[in-house]
């Protein structure tokens, strides 16, 4: 087959030897909460066979427990059981039936385990877990060993191509390899031989239960980023025992659950693992899979292109669009929806118990509950949506896809709405691709869009609509402060539109945008040109990988104004940021030397400042600017006109609930507006 004209890499099939995956892409392991369902696997079916479908030449499942101690909370997935084996075996089908492979990660979640039951080498308790592990006696490591080959045997009776196992993130192979939570004195602890005796005496017996013809992927921890972890000798000899051993791929796996390093998070670079796989590819002769922070084609290819990896593997990218890898193959790669690595709708979901979907994708794990995205509506109408924001383009494109004639109204010359601020903010770049998507949409969809349109009630009375969308958004609140005309006083919407600001800066209200805006304004100028370098040294990564870890003193650029973060409520500065990324964004600020002060009363704002009490004291902090991001008003003026004409009308987005203007929400109720507008809800 000739080369692929974009993507050569990519699509380049990679022989196994006993089987052929037909390209480069891993769709990697995720928990989505599907793979919980007790009974039937069918939702979780109908999820993996879209992707399948989608073009994807590898899938991993979510972690999936040996046997009961490595639950990662109490009755999550495990496989231990012939009637377990059953459910599973519509999920190999339906993927096998799309002409692609799946593996079954086998995870067990040693101490990150969240139930009384959670095992270890060591009695040591997780920073993140409030659960004490039980340390595993000699028998029961035995007795996991063979639970590791029995899940394996298992899959490979209910269909699977092969298993994943998990030994990075910190979970328990993980805790076996490191000196940090191995503190084991007999054979399975101390020397760097007894600590990966149990990894590899794992990859042994499954190879031996399962045979020669059944993928073993290893899950690799390459850069610990805790105190004690390994070495990189140690990583590198542990590889090649792991090759010697029979696996067929090894993965990369960055960073302990524990590690207070952003590994996946919007602020880490695209790629910014890829040279660590690189260095590795050196070393040994099995291929091997790059991973975090890759969301396009061009990414991976480029990872490939450089012999930094043999596959690629993304997780995200995949609830963004399910169509990722099709796209791509068929010169489309501007049509894909583009996971902006939030975490909002998917690891924040998971940590609250709740199922996985996607922000930018809210179709994602809910297949078999909404219609298809190729479904139409069976009365098709002549609608209005009016604001070009994330639930406008949702809803209009949403509405065109479902074979409506859809007239989007937008007074600003582009699409995009707050996602043309966020994409400013230093680490929310990926936004832009949102935007880029949406007009792509706009476009194969059908929408006639009017830029530079304030729709008039007039307009959207007389347009001969049946119904009308208003998606028309918010107003940046204006709190009720002495002197908030002030000069020195800006709107976020100011300062991110490009407005000039001083060296020492107050921000009042710390939400989301407020810290958004802080790391606006602290952003050090010389990470511009050297992302990774710069997120490296932030964050106290080491490449040269000096001490076990690979974890060195931060070194962050100095910062080049002085802020105040202020809030006027109690509590933790940040608390409502997301679970998964809010620690993250509060260490960014804390590295810049941002003030973060809480329970503060506003007095005024004059020529010297702004006049405050914190800490009981009445205060004036010497700023130069002021920027008010206190929340949003709905802007829905056009609702009562259009009512009492007779149109019926449906309010989204920031216009319906401005307290809450939420990307998420805003792209979930478009999409439920436009299939309940057409009857299919
Ligand atoms: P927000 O989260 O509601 O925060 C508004 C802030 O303004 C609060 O800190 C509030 O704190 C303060 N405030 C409210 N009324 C005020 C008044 N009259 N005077 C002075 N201060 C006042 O709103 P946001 O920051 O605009 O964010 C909006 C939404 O955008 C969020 O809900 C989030 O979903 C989304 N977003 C999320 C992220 C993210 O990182 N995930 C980033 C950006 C935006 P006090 O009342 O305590 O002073
Ligand atoms: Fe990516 Fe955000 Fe979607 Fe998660 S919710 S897959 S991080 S875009």
Redesign the pocket.
């Known amino acids: 087959m000739p080369a692929h004209p974009h993507f050569p890499h990519l699509f380049e099939p990679l022989d196994l030897g006993f089987t052929r995956l037909k390209n480069r892409i891993l769709m990697g392991s995720m928990h989505t909460g599907l793979e919980d369902d007790k009974g039937e696997l069918n939702r979780l079916a109908a999820y993996f066979a879209e992707r399948a479908r989608g073009g994807v030449g590898l899938m991993v499942t979510g972690g999936i427990a040996p046997n009961r101690q490595g639950w990662l909370a109490p009755f999550s997935a495990k496989l231990t059981r012939q009637s377990e084996m059953r459910q599973h075996r519509v999920v190999t089908a339906a993927v096998h039936a799309e002409d692609s492979k799946i593996c079954l990660q086998i995870l067990h979640a040693g101490r990150y385990g969240v139930h009384p039951l959670l095992v270890a080498p060591s009695p040591l308790r997780a920073p993140i877990s409030p659960f004490k592990p039980w340390a595993m006696s000699r028998r029961l490591i035995r007795a996991t060993i063979d639970d590791f080959a029995q899940t394996a045997a298992l899959a490979r009776e209910a269909g699977y191509d092969g298993v994943e196992i998990m030994g990075s993130e910190g979970y328990l192979i993980n805790q076996f390899i490191a000196p940090r939570t191995n503190q084991r004195r007999d054979d399975w602890g101390g020397s760097f031989d007894n600590r990966i005796r149990f990894p590899l005496a794992i990859l042994r017996a499954i190879r031996e239960k399962t045979g020669p013809d059944f993928i073993l992927i290893f899950r690799l921890s390459m850069l610990d980023l805790v105190e004690n972890g390994s070495t990189w000798e140690e990583v590198t000899a542990l590889a090649k025992a792991i090759e010697q051993a029979g696996a067929n791929l090894i993965n990369t796996g960055i960073g302990w659950h524990e590690a207070r390093v952003p590994t996946i998070a919007s602020m880490v670079p695209r790629g910014a693992y890829a040279w660590l796989t690189g260095k590795l590819k050196t070393e040994v002769q099995v291929p091997l899979i790059a991973t975090n922070r890759i ?1 396009t084609p061009e990414k991976a290819e480029a990872i490939l292109a450089a012999g930094q990896a043999d596959m690629v593997s993304m997780a ?2 995949f ?2 669009d399910p169509d990722f890898a099709r796209k791509a193959f068929e010169g489309r790669a501007t049509e894909i929806n583009t ?9 924040d979901h998971i940590f609250a118990r709740k199922e ?6 809210p179709r ?1 794990c809910r297949e078999t509950a909404l219609p298809a995205a190729t479904a139409r509506a069976p009365q098709p109408a002549r609608l209005a949506v009016v604001g070009a924001g994330p639930a406008g383009l949702s809803c209009a494109t949403e509405l065109a896809a479902l074979g409506h004639e859809v007239h989007l109204f937008e007074a600003a010359a582009e699409i995009g709405g707050q996602f043309n601020l966020a994409k400013r903010v230093p680490g929310k770049s990926d936004y832009a691709e949102t935007v880029r998507y949406f007009a792509k949409k706009i476009e194969t969809t059908g929408v006639h869009l009017h830029l530079n349109t304030r729709a008039t009630a007039e307009q959207l009375i007389g347009g001969g609509f049946r119904e009308v969308v208003l998606a028309t958004g918010i107003a940046p609140r204006t709190p009720a402060i002495e002197g908030i005309g002030h000069s020195k006083v800006l709107s976020y919407v100011e300062l991110l539109q490009g407005a000039p600001v001083g060296e020492k800066v107050a921000i009042i209200g710390a939400g989301g945008i407020g810290f958004d805006v802080a790391v606006f304004l602290t952003e050090p100028a010389a990470a511009a040109g050297r992302p990774l370098e710069a997120y490296q040294a932030e964050w106290g990564i080491d490449p040269d990988y000096r001490q076990r870890g690979g974890l060195t003193q931060a070194q962050p650029e100095a910062s080049p104004r002085q802020v105040w973060l202020l809030q006027r409520s109690k509590g933790k500065i940040g608390e409502r940021l997301g679970k998964t990324t809010g620690w993250a964004h509060r260490l960014t600020l804390k590295h810049r030397g941002v003030q973060m002060w809480a329970e503060v009363q506003y007095q005024r704002i004059d020529d010297e400042g702004l006049h405050l009490i914190a800490n009981g004291q009445p205060q004036v902090l010497p700023v130069d600017q002021v920027i008010v991001c206190a929340g949003q008003d709905p802007l829905r003026a056009l609702q009562a006109p259009l009512e009492q004409a007779g149109l019926r009308t449906h309010l989204i987005g920031g216009a319906q609930l401005a307290a809450e203007l939420d990307a ?1 929400r805003a792209i979930e109720e478009g999409l439920l507006t436009a299939l309940a507008i057409s009857g299919l809800r």
């Open positions: 969301n995200r990218p609830l963004a996971c902006i690595a939030c975490n909002q709708a998917c690891l996985a979907s996607c922000l930018v994708n994602s998420k």
